[in-house]
């Protein structure tokens, strides 16, 4: 019997980027509308996609070779068996777009860790507050390969399929979210087209945090701004939430312009000075999504007429 190939779904880091690297609160959302799985079947898959999946698995199980040796990832995996499938032709096979900001790399870690490690955390098991943080930690050491420095939230989420409220370093937890079918209003999603490369991003964040007066923004407004904008968004608060989205949204306006796309920086500004829509980054920015909140998505469906927009969520 051929075995069942677990596929696993995209997520959105709906608040708490960049500022959840100084422990702030992060809430991310399994997002379904993208997917991924290890699998061998070739099948109507593009040949030069194929194989380059298949060398970036073999870099990949190179540089898990390399921790386990060195005793950094404290799990036992079976490497033989991995490289061994490599070898006959597994990759990843997926509808995540890269670069976008949406869990290509916490998929396919995700995906890793369920075929090869050996006692695994099972998924069904995992909303154990000890088990969480455990997987956590794991992944943080594996997704480290495509970052340089990785939480361990995006794979922990694309594992799990939960959302997830982060509670600083040492505490995530799963919460459900009131679904409002019947609000006006709504999270969503901009296309920009723009595929990019997380770690330059990153880096370029943690130079800032070395800048006195940068930390001090970061730590009196940034992450206040993403934990009240958290607690509204969980109580059902919408006036609460959208005031201190606005707050968040101008921040990273004026701090954070390398993680916004010339292009958008009109449009990000109008809704600023409407009030009719607010814009935040979606994960490490640069490109990729650009995530958008509104209290009258049809009103602001015409206003951003021509822009390639993706419902997440009625609020």
Excluded at 138 to 149: K, L, P, T
Aim: glycine share 8%; charged share 25%; aromatic share 12%.
């Amino acid at each position: 019997m051929k075995p069942t190939e677990q596929s696993f779904n995209s997520k959105i880091l709906l608040f708490g980027e960049y500022s959840i690297i100084q422990d702030s609160m992060g809430l991310t959302l399994p997002y379904t509308e993208f997917k991924g799985k290890l699998t061998f079947d070739k099948k109507e898959m593009n040949a030069q996609f194929v194989l380059e999946s298949n060398d970036h698995l073999a870099d990949f199980a190179n540089y898990l070779q390399q921790k386990i040796r060195s005793k950094q990832l404290c799990i036992d995996f079976d490497i033989d068996a991995f490289k061994e499938d490599i070898e006959k032709g597994i990759y990843f096979q997926s509808s995540i777009p890269q670069g976008f900001g949406v869990g290509s790399s916490g998929a396919l870690v995700a995906a890793v860790y369920e075929k090869y490690a050996i006692d695994k955390i099972s998924i069904e098991t995992a909303p154990d507050k000890n088990a969480i943080l455990k997987l956590k930690s794991i992944f943080a050491q594996m997704e480290s390969y495509f970052h340089g420095n990785s939480s361990g939230v995006d794979p922990l989420i694309c594992y799990l399929n939960l959302p997830l409220l982060i509670k600083g370093k040492e505490g995530v937890e799963p919460v459900k979210i009131a679904q409002n079918n019947e609000g006006k209003g709504a999270i969503f999603l901009i296309d920009t087209g723009i595929s990019r490369s997380t770690e330059p991003l990153v880096k370029y964040y943690m130079q800032r945090m070395e800048e006195p007066t940068f930390r001090e923004f970061v730590d009196k407004q940034l992450k206040p701004f993403a934990n009240n904008c958290i607690q509204a968004f969980l109580e059902g608060d919408k006036e609460t939430l959208f005031a201190y989205l606005k707050l968040l949204s101008k921040f990273q306006f004026e701090h954070f312009k390398p993680m916004i796309p010339t292009l958008f920086n009109k449009m990000w500004k109008r809704g600023l000075d409407s009030g009719e829509y607010y814009l935040k980054l979606c994960g490490a920015g640069g490109g990729g999504f650009i995530l958008g909140f509104t209290q009258n998505y049809e009103l602001t469906k015409k206003q951003l007429k021509g822009q390639n927009l993706e419902l997440l969520c009625s609020i």
